[in-house]
């Protein structure tokens, strides 16, 4: 006899880990700058130089790059930019974690606040938050087939398994040169800069990866002239490119998440030498999981007339796809200017981020609250203080369908701005439009009793003696065919071929005929 076993190759949490920091500077401006009257906005963007693993711990390194724009002291009233970095070492405790490990590490600023000091002092705090996690690869194993042996009877249960099929990360260069308009003039200086990633797209194709989407570039800059007459240019890069995957196929199921990893605006002169041109260098990064979805029938039970099988059973856990969903909601509101800020003249720019505050596993799906963080650059009617900010929270709740959600499911949410916009009501109100996308992957995770060996003994035919050759049987409430063989030493084959049956199983109070299988025992 020979058990013929299935392999699945999967992919769990090995650990998870989160960390908040603080990190905290007093900036000085710098002797070429003048002093400072006021904030009007900020940023920051964290870049991990360096990330080690070790043996329980993950240990990452980088800098907050955090950019100002701020209004200068005295009767003219410019604006500046600052830009500092704030370097940190955290390390992360993850119980398990080896050198070699695939660690997945993300970050984010969950708060960055800025205030003047004095007009040379700058105080910079923020609050990010990191998280890690390691995931390992491992093989499950199921018993499928048993070939070698006569009169056996099998009991199979169909799963339909995730096979981890890629797991990887990988990146995406967008470069593009942007011109100034022919209205507008020279570039003398970048004052503030912005570059937002929106609806990116990824398909598969065999042995490839198809990218699509699209980048929101957004330049203030002072202009050459004499007075350095403040202007600004918005682009919309769109972007399209293939990744090589070699492992990839067109059918397969992914989960996929696109960041943007690195942006770079830098002023170069066009064909004529003039400061006309801002190149765009992006990194995207991509982290991969493709999965092939196999359909198995493992065996449950086995059982022979001749022998007396006993199955050796393991607990093995494997994941199921339940739901892979695509989703837009859109959110609107009206933003009012507080007093204390100066009336609005003209919107310059906007942009905003999409932050989840709760997920909630409800019968019908996964039921999410947050809210898109918006920011809105505008020239101000009050001289004294050209530009101001206007921020806000524009709230959102989506209801994501996955039917058949329980504690036992894991999923991952990407959540991505796709559409932002902002109208001037009037000169204390705007109005923003948003839409969000809602990439949602689930699955449920199984705990199943696989079969690992079967242990073959000679039956104790005393014992079978005492049973009767042939009995009528009066079909209860729950039985099956397979119970009943097994209770009376045939085979459901025979159960079938003995009392004429054409369905698979037999009805509720129905009368069989069964018969002892083994001549030995009759």
């Not at 710098?30 to 940023?43: C, E, L, N, T």
């Not at 009376?488 to 069964?514: C, F, H, V, W």
Request: charged share 30%; glycine share 4%; with cysteine.
């Amino acid at each position: 006899m020979e058990i013929l076993k299935k392999n699945i190759r999967m992919s769990r949490q090995k650990s998870q880990a989160m960390n908040q920091v603080t990190l905290e500077e007093d900036m000085n401006v710098p002797d070429s700058r003048p002093d400072a009257s006021g904030v009007i906005q900020h940023s920051g963007k964290i870049k991990v130089e360096d990330s080690k693993i070790l043996e329980n711990q993950i240990m990452a390194s980088g800098y907050l790059e955090v950019q100002i724009l701020y209004l200068s002291d005295g009767e003219e009233h410019q604006v500046h930019r600052l830009v500092t970095r704030l370097p940190f070492t955290e390390k992360l405790n993850l119980e398990g974690a080896e050198p070699g490990d695939n660690i997945s590490l993300k970050w984010e600023i969950e708060d960055i606040r800025v205030h003047l000091i004095n007009s040379r002092k700058i105080s910079i705090q923020a609050l990010v938050t990191f998280e890690a996690s390691v995931e390992e690869l491992y093989d499950t194993q199921a018993a499928v087939e048993v070939q070698g042996m006569k009169e056996l009877s099998v009991k199979t249960k169909e799963l339909h398994p995730l096979s981890m099929a890629v797991q990887k990360k990988d990146i995406f260069r967008v470069k593009e040169e942007i011109s100034v308009a022919s209205n507008k003039p020279n570039i003398g200086e970048i004052l503030w800069d912005s570059v937002q990633l929106r609806a990116s797209d990824v398909k598969l194709n065999d042995g490839m990866l198809d990218i699509r989407g699209e980048l929101f570039v957004f330049v203030l800059y002072a202009a050459d002239d004499e007075s350095g007459t403040k202007q600004w240019l918005e682009a919309v890069v769109p972007f399209q490119g293939q990744l090589e995957c070699g492992s990839c196929k067109a059918g397969m199921i992914s989960d996929i998440e696109v960041t943007l990893a690195e942006s770079n605006l830098e002023v170069r002169p066009d064909y004529d030498g003039e400061e006309r041109v801002v190149q765009l260098d992006a990194v995207l990064e991509l982290d991969i999981r493709l999965y092939d979805e196999d359909t198995v029938s493992i065996l449950e039970d086995v059982y022979s007339p001749s022998k007396e099988l006993i199955p050796v059973m393991g607990e093995e856990i494997y994941e199921s796809l339940l739901m892979r969903n695509y989703a837009k909601c859109r959110a609107s509101d009206r933003l009012r200017i507080p007093e204390a800020k100066p009336r609005l003249l003209q919107i310059c720019h906007s942009q905003g981020e999409v932050k989840v505050d709760e997920i909630t596993k409800t019968d019908q799906g996964i039921h999410i609250e947050g809210a898109v963080e918006v920011s809105v650059l505008y020239i101000t009617a009050d001289d004294s203080r050209p530009f101001a900010l206007l921020e806000g929270m524009i709230p959102f709740s989506h209801l994501m369908e996955a039917e058949g959600m329980t504690d036992e499911c894991r999923f991952r949410l990407h959540p991505q701005l796709e559409q932002l916009s902002a109208s001037m009501i009037d000169s204390e109100e705007v109005e923003i439009k948003c839409s969000i996308s809602l990439n949602l992957f689930a699955v449920v995770v199984h705990h199943q009793n696989c079969m690992l060996d079967i242990e073959e003994k000679e039956l104790d035919l005393k014992k079978l003696q005492e049973k009767p050759g042939i009995v009528c049987y009066i079909v209860q409430p729950g039985d099956s065919l397979w119970n009943i063989a097994k209770t009376y030493y045939t085979t459901p084959e025979r159960i079938r071929s003995m009392n004429g049956l054409t369905d698979e199983e037999a009805k509720e109070g129905q009368k069989l005929i069964l018969v002892k299988t083994n001549p030995a025992i009759l």
